[in-house]
């Protein structure tokens, strides 16, 4: 396991997250207390520090199972937490990004995890309701508490991460580290404007769902062409060639379809921590051999062909040549940008 920085931070996290969704087995599925350690230690022994839970993840129990394991290695691992999801029924409060769940829920998050910090808390989804000058505030508030290290973001509007971000640079408060989205070889519309973002921004970027709920190990690969998928509707042509694509090149490889799909994810620009989860050890051993996996250039070239999604306006309209010329002038092909830490030119920022 190699590790990467969290963001315009110094925080170190390694290359894999451990998604905590599958801690704790109250919703019916996931693992239960010894497999999640056995889990947990092979992530270790493998050199994952990183662990992401939320409050809400099996009912509070992954977080209270994760304060026991941790216990007496706590400082080990990078410790990541969520907040803003209902917790009680009934209670109009107990839901949303503002101050008052806030508190409450970072409370109640560290006595479930026997800890007097977090390293990171995600803000879990964006709620309307509160203004984003109160949601800033509040989360610097917290980390000039200690309570809190680092803030991230997860399943914002970029326009929104960005209006963040800028509130909290002009007014001193702490600012997005990470922002957490859905991103998979199946789901790629995060390229259009919250990746941008979040290079723009120097963020983060964890891709929850980085095996599109198990389509890309091939698991659910069945019968001909049309035939119904496990939610019932018909299966998308564009799916069925991507998936063909992974396991074509896992099987030339002699890699499993998941580990390609997260060597892809690994492979893409900007920094991207895919989050790995597994209710068996065998599912995150085979995660972790991702790592490893070196895709060459036909192969990265077929699953970028395969997966494309049009970029819509106006990305793909000042990508047309006359546009480009238009825009940049008739010399654009020679200009180097030498303001960013590596060369970069219009064919990279386009």
């Known amino acids: ?24 087995d109250d919703w019916g599925w996931g693992a239960d207390q010894d497999t999640s350690k056995r889990i947990l230690d092979a992530y270790a022994d493998a050199g994952g520090n990183f662990i992401d839970t939320a409050n809400i993840y099996t009912d509070g ?4 199972i994760l304060g026991g394991l941790l216990e007496g290695r706590r400082d080990e691992f990078v410790l990541a937490s969520k907040y803003t999801c209902g917790i009680r029924d009934g209670d109009v409060n107990s839901a949303g990004n503002h101050r008052k769940n806030l508190v409450q829920s970072v409370e109640a998050s560290l ?5 007097d910090r977090l390293d990171v808390l995600w803000v879990h989804a964006r709620d309307n309701f509160t203004p984003v000058d109160e949601v800033m505030r509040a989360l610097d508030d917290l980390v000039r508490t ?3 290290l680092y803030v991230g973001v997860s399943d914002w509007p970029a326009w929104e991460i960005a209006q963040a971000n800028t509130l909290a640079e002009l007014r001193g408060w702490t600012a997005f580290a990470g922002s957490q989205l859905l991103y998979n070889l199946l789901e790629r519309t995060p390229e259009r404007e919250l990746l941008p973002q979040a290079r723009a921004f120097d963020l983060a970027v964890l891709a929850w769902g980085p095996l599109g709920s198990g389509k890309l190990t091939g698991k659910y690969r069945h019968g001909e062409a049309g035939r119904l998928d496990v939610t019932g509707g018909t299966v998308d042509a564009r799916e069925e060639a991507i998936v063909t694509a992974v396991l074509q090149i896992a099987e ?3 890699w499993s379809p998941a580990q390609v799909a997260l060597a892809w994810l690994l492979g893409r620009p900007g920094n991207i921590v895919p989050i790995i ?9 085979d ?13 990265v070239a077929r699953l970028d062909e395969v997966s494309a999604l049009p970029l ?17 002038g008739d010399r654009w092909t020679e200009i180097d940008d030498r303001r960013s830490t590596h060369r970069r030119t219009v064919h990279d920022v386009l």
Do not use: W
């Not at 396991?1 to 704790?24: D, N």
């Open 277 to 285: 989860a597994a209710t068996k050890e065998s599912q995150l051993a």
């Open 111 to 115: 006595e479930r995890l026997r800890t």
């Open 1 to 24: 396991m190699r590790y990467t920085l969290f963001g315009k931070t110094g925080l170190r996290v390694s290359e894999l997250s451990l998604g905590a969704m599958t801690i704790g």
């Open 312 to 328: 819509g306006f106006p990305h793909d309209f000042v990508r047309e040549p006359a546009i480009t010329r238009n825009i940049y």
């Open 61 to 64: 129990s992954s977080e209270r």
């Open 252 to 254: 030339q490889g002699g």
């Open 146 to 148: 200690g309570k809190v």
């Open 287 to 299: 995660n972790l051999g991702a790592v490893d996996v070196r895709l060459d250039t036909d192969a």
